[in-house]
C-alpha cells in the first residue's frame, strides 16, 4: 500500500457519502479504515449515520481481535458535524466519516465542508443509480465552500459478464463524477465480514475481496496525494 501520512500533520477527511442506503457505503467505510490501520495509520471511524451500522459492527469484533480502527459516534452533532471532526484531527492520520444515507441531510453537507475526499459508493443498476444522481448537486454545491473537496464514484457489488455491467460506464457518466478503476465485486464474504465484526482481510477464503479493498484503499491515496486524475 502506499505510505500513510506524516502523523505530525492533521488527519485527512474521507467522507463515504450516497443519496440512499443499500450501495455498501458503511462496508467500504469499514473497510478502507481497517486497511489504513492494518498499514500503520492512525484512523478514526466517525459514524454520522442515525442507523449507527459502523457502531454496531465495530461493537461486535472478537475480544481478542478488536477493530484496528477507533470509533466515534458522531450522529448526534447534526449539522454542526464538521465541528466535532475538526476536534478529531490529532492523533490521527486519517478520519473516515461513514455518512448517512441521504445527500440532502445536514450531516452529510456538514461532514463534507471538511472533508477531503468524498467516496460515493454506487450499485450498478439503473435504479439505484438513478437515485444517486442527487449526490453530484449536493456536492457541487459543497465545493463552493470547501475547494479542497475532491470526489470519486466506486462501483459496489459488481457483476462481471452481465448485460448491465457493459452499460455501466454509460449510466455512471450521469453523475459527472471521476470513477475510480478499483472496482468491489458482489461477495458473500462482505456480508459475514459485517455480521462477525470483522473485515473480508480476516477472513478465510477472501483473498479476492480483500485485494478489492486494497486495490480501492491504495488508489484513494493516489487520489489524496494528487497522483491520480
Given at each position: 500500500m502506499s505510505q500513510a501520512p506524516d502523523r505530525s500533520q492533521p488527519a485527512t477527511l474521507i467522507a463515504f457519502v450516497n443519496?440512499?442506503?443499500g450501495p455498501g457505503k458503511t462496508t467500504l467505510a469499514?473497510?478502507?479504515a481497517s486497511e489504513?490501520?492494518?498499514a500503520g495509520?492512525?484512523?478514526l471511524v466517525a459514524d454520522a449515520d442515525p442507523q449507527a451500522t459502523a457502531t454496531r459492527w465495530a461493537a461486535a469484533a472478537p475480544e481478542d481481535r478488536p477493530f484496528p480502527a477507533a470509533l466515534a459516534g458522531l450522529s448526534h452533532a447534526g449539522e454542526?458535524?464538521?465541528r466535532e471532526l475538526m476536534k478529531h484531527l490529532n492523533p490521527y492520520d486519517f478520519i473516515v466519516v461513514d455518512c448517512p444515507p441521504s445527500a440532502e441531510s445536514?450531516?452529510?453537507?456538514s461532514a463534507l465542508l471538511v472533508a477531503e475526499l468524498a467516496v460515493v459508493p454506487v450499485v450498478p443498476s439503473p435504479p439505484d443509480l438513478w437515485a444517486g444522481v442527487a449526490i453530484s448537486q449536493v456536492l457541487t454545491d459543497v465545493s463552493v465552500v470547501n475547494d479542497r473537496l475532491k470526489a470519486r464514484l466506486v462501483v459496489n457489488r459488481y457483476k462481471a459478464r452481465t448485460r448491465l455491467a457493459a452499460h455501466t460506464p454509460d449510466l455512471l457518466a450521469q453523475?459527472?463524477?471521476p470513477v475510480l478503476r478499483a472496482q468491489i465485486g458482489e461477495r458473500e464474504a462482505f456480508?459475514?465480514?459485517a455480521a462477525t465484526g470483522v473485515t473480508v482481510a480476516d477472513l478465510p477464503r477472501a483473498g479476492q475481496a480483500a485485494g478489492e479493498i486494497t486495490a480501492l484503499t491504495e488508489e484513494l491515496l493516489l487520489v489524496l496525494n494528487g497522483a491520480s486524475p
Open positions: 443519496q440512499k442506503g469499514m473497510h478502507v489504513l490501520a492494518r495509520a492512525g484512523v454542526k458535524l464538521h445536514n450531516l452529510t453537507r453523475y459527472g463524477i456480508r459475514h465480514a
